[in-house]
């Protein structure tokens, strides 16, 4: 386990992430980085455009093959099919 940082958030909300976490994890100038709340906790973690791209791409492209098999989705059809990949996500991961 390693030591803990401390930061202190500026009146505009910024932090400095350490430079030694920017440079393990490979952060640099217009990284991009998902905020969100778990609990009472900040959760970041480094945005890789390419991974999120990939995964739209793979999601479209069922969206395509369901299309072409059963026609035109509805907004409710949509939304089923973005919460099944979401599932089988999570299942890969844990």
């Known amino acids: 386990m390693e030591k803990a940082d401390i ?3 500026s009146s505009k909300g910024q932090i400095v992430i350490p430079q030694s976490l ?4 490979g952060i640099g100038a217009k990284s991009q980085l998902v ?21 739209l ?6 969206i395509d093959a ?4 059963y026609g035109e989705l509805t907004d409710r059809d949509i939304q089923q099919e ?9 299942r890969q991961r844990a």
């Open 66 to 69: 369901r299309n072409a098999k």
């Open 7 to 9: 930061v202190r958030m």
């Open 22 to 25: 920017r440079q393990r994890l």
């Open 35 to 55: 905020v969100y709340q778990y609990a009472d906790a900040l959760i970041m973690k480094k945005l890789d455009v390419k991974d999120v791209e990939k995964r």
């Open 82 to 90: 973005i919460e099944k990949y979401r599932r089988e996500k999570r």
């Open 57 to 62: 791409q793979a999601l479209y492209k069922r």
